[in-house]
């Protein structure tokens, strides 16, 4: 039992970050791990979805998270049918600035990602900075409402990302 | 320094509705950190929690814990106990548990630092993540206490219903 690499990206292609294609079968636990991603625009969103049987699926997500921000303020989110797992709010305040300087965070664990008999959970706790110049983290949850085996996921934006690293581990 | 999986230290399925690693070499490590994936549970709304071995005895009294959880349709919710009979992993509120569904379960990583320390009350914490009766999927941040010195030389991961399916790993920080 070990955390071994699985993939990696070290900059997005076409603002986001894509692995459409990844072998997770022999893992119990995957972790994402999100570094220096930028974005285009102020307040961006960043969303997970993953892809079963080679499709990226678009629905049946759910998600929630609270927030607390340098400014000594707190944020509670959530949506029960949305096309992805947030990792941030959907409050543009509380979400991922685009100043020089500004950055998203991330680690995300995914529990059993190919069981074939149970949705798929990520939980997560990310840390960015807000619009403002505030520094937010989110401590978060999101499932996949589909029992189907994960064999791929993307992490993009609601505007385009514009650098940053995205590994995958696995926990054989 | 690293993390390695501690001798005997992985289950792929509960015996008896529990998880029990009753003899655990924890010598050495200055950490050791849970990690339960795919766990599911009979009854709806069944609590998930762990107990400690000291002097190969399981402890059954002298915990504290408390936590703070979220859930996708937003809510809120805290919940702590000064007394208990071992260290929840979710709230005593079964709303706030994990449900029953075929498509539910549960999972957590939870750290225990200086775990053969014998000066030191045990601590615990991490974060889990469930699927509730609800449908809705909570992320909860625990932490708990086992007042009691000795050293650490097992762990059970137990419910308030039977445990059905899953695994455990129990890692070790090695210096």
């Known amino acids: 039992v070990a955390w071994t690499l699985v993939d990696s990206l070290s900059s997005p292609t076409a603002g986001a970050f894509t692995f459409p294609s990844l072998t997770l079968s022999s893992y119990s636990t995957v972790q994402i791990v999100i570094t220096g991603v930028t974005v285009t625009t102020d307040g961006t969103d960043i969303a997970l979805t993953f892809y079963v049987g080679g499709v990226e699926i678009t629905a049946t997500y759910r998600w929630g998270q609270a927030s607390g921000s340098s400014a000594a303020a707190t944020n509670a989110d959530g949506d029960v049918s949305d096309p992805s797992i947030l990792l941030t709010s959907n409050d543009p305040n509380w979400d991922v600035g685009n100043a020089s300087g500004e950055g998203f965070g991330a680690i995300v664990t995914v529990d059993e990602p190919t069981s074939t008999a149970l949705y798929k959970k990520a939980g997560y706790v990310s840390v960015f900075t807000g619009p403002t110049g505030t520094m937010i983290e989110a401590l978060g949850i999101g499932i996949m409402e589909n029992t189907g085996a994960i064999n791929g996921l993307k992490v993009a934006g609601t505007s385009s990302l514009t650098a940053g690293k995205v590994r995958i581990l696995g926990w054989a | ?175």
């Open chain 2, 1 to 175: 320094m690293a993390w390695e999986l501690v001798s005997g230290g992985s289950l792929n399925s509960p015996t008896a509705g529990v998880f029990d690693f009753a003899s655990l070499t924890l010598t050495g490590y200055e950490a050791i950190q849970i990690r339960m994936s795919g766990v599911t549970v009979t009854t709806d709304g069944t609590d998930v929690f762990i107990r400690f071995y000291v002097g190969g005895s399981e402890i059954s009294t002298g915990y504290r814990w408390l936590q703070g959880a979220l859930s996708t349709s937003a809510a809120v919710n805290t919940d702590s106990s000064a007394s208990a009979t071992g260290i929840l992993l979710n709230s005593n509120d079964a709303a706030w548990d994990t449900g029953n569904a075929a498509t539910e379960s549960f999972g957590c990583t939870i750290t225990v630092p200086n775990p053969v320390s014998t000066a030191l009350h045990k601590r615990a914490f991490g974060e889990a993540w469930m699927i509730a009766p609800s449908g809705n999927a909570l992320t909860q941040h625990v932490a708990g206490i086992m007042e009691n010195t000795g050293a650490i030389n097992g762990l059970i991961v137990r419910g308030s219903s039977n445990l059905v399916a899953g695994k455990v790993r129990v890692l070790g920080l090695a210096p």
